[in-house]
């Protein structure tokens, strides 16, 4: 009771509480512990905390120390409870004191390496020390504790393949990558050491992949539902906003009627010329058009067909397929097919904010036949715009 009256003093906790501590590593536990609990403290569990999803493999991973201040003769009556009813034993609900001696506990099996590594780490101070007076106290009472931990956190260091392979890279995009000799000798390296070399591999990469330039006239395709008339817009905003273009819009129509109004109440709005028809159009000139296509199927090849012969009839050279990157991979696939057959030269994707992971973004960024113009993350036509997508994935993909 002395103890416990010394400890209430110095604004310790009471003996036989547990405490949980989440940290990044050993040597944040023995501060914290140390901290917290003082001298009388030991360390009854240590075991690695997973994270969900990729979380995993993007940041590094927790460790969760119970500890206790060891008791002297007496425990609460909470404590024998509890420890009572851990062993199917019958608890007392009446007891006329508030501690039971330490006899009367029923005795709970501990793991016998625990309680000796626990009881050479006990000692510790009550006020906070630094890193630096944590590396001068002797190695035999720190290192026990310190190995412990590192030994049941079972960490593996994954190598730069199977870190991105995890991380939810498409294999056929990896293995397009394993064709280059510097790649497959980082990717086999540690991710703690061969991280930047593989950052630095993919912004080299991504500027050696051929970009085709943006022409005088501009296509809009994909699938109905997928955002192309809002990328559309949001490109338009960048042009008149920023850039201080003035470029025409034309609403073409293949096989259907295009329905769509709001392109032409927005382009009203931006002051920008919008057209209904070829002929209201001066295709002679240089100046910029943007042409708003109908959705089209990806199942209906003759559909597809006809769409290819208006645009090569207008000899539109640049054409953006709009893909949603929320879809499921059968289905970008498939779009991915009718963008081959439609010679598209550009990509935007759409609904960003749904994706659980954005590591399947990288086979759009690398694709050697199809530049990625931008990805954007809601309806707003006037925002919502990432240019930047390296910078985006490569935050998304590495841990900081």
């Known amino acids: 009771m002395e103890k416990a009256a010394k400890a209430v003093k110095k604004g310790l906790p009471a003996e036989g509480s547990l405490h949980r501590f989440v940290v990044s590593s050993a040597q944040e536990a023995v501060l914290q512990i140390r901290e917290k609990l003082g001298p009388e403290a030991e360390v009854l569990s240590v075991k690695q905390v997973k994270g969900s999803g990729l979380e995993r493999f993007l940041s590094s991973p927790k460790l969760e120390v119970v500890a206790q201040i060891k008791p002297a003769t007496e425990l609460p009556v909470s404590a024998v409870n509890n420890a009572a009813g851990a062993q199917g034993q019958p608890t007392e609900a009446s007891e006329p004191s508030s501690y ?5 506990i029923p005795e709970v099996k501990k793991d016998p390496h625990l309680q000796t590594e626990a009881s050479e780490d006990k000692k510790m101070h009550s006020q906070e020390v630094a890193s630096e007076e944590l590396e001068a106290l002797p190695k035999a009472r720190r290192s026990s504790l310190l190995e412990r931990i590192r030994k049941q956190s ?9 870190f991105l392979e995890k991380a939810g890279l498409s ?3 990896l293995a397009r990558m394993s064709s280059d000799d510097s790649w497959r000798r980082i990717s086999e390296a540690p991710l703690s050491t061969g991280m930047m070399q593989a950052v630095s591999w993919l912004k080299s990469y991504r500027k050696e992949l051929p970009h085709a ?4 006239r501009v296509a ?3 699938s109905a539902g997928v955002g192309k008339t809002t990328a559309l817009c949001k490109l338009l905003a960048r042009d008149v906003f920023i850039a201080g273009k003035c470029p025409q819009v034309l609403r073409v129509e293949v096989d259907r009627p295009h329905m769509d109004e709001g392109l032409s109440m927005y382009c009203e709005v931006l002051g920008v010329p919008y057209y209904r028809s070829e002929s209201e159009v001066d295709f002679t000139s240089d100046e910029l058009i943007y042409l708003d296509f109908p959705g089209y199927s990806f199942r209906d090849l003759r559909e597809q067909e006809r769409l290819l012969s208006v645009l090569d009839r207008l000899a539109v050279t640049t054409r953006v397929i709009v893909v949603n990157a929320a879809y499921e991979e059968s289905v970008l696939d498939r779009s991915l097919e009718s963008a081959q057959r439609l010679g598209v030269t550009h990509q935007v994707l759409t609904h960003v904010d749904e994706l659980t992971q954005s590591a399947k973004l990288w086979s759009f960024l690398l694709d050697p036949e199809r530049s990625l113009l931008f990805i954007s993350n809601g309806q707003n036509v006037a925002g919502d715009r990432i240019d930047d997508v390296m910078g985006h994935l490569l935050e998304r993909t590495f841990p900081q």
């Open 171 to 173: 294999p056929r995009l």
């Open 220 to 222: 809009f395709l994909g």
């Open 213 to 216: 330039a943006l022409t005088n």
């Open 154 to 162: 079972n960490s593996r260091d994954l190598t730069c393949h199977q």
């Open 100 to 104: 039971r001696k330490k006899s009367d």
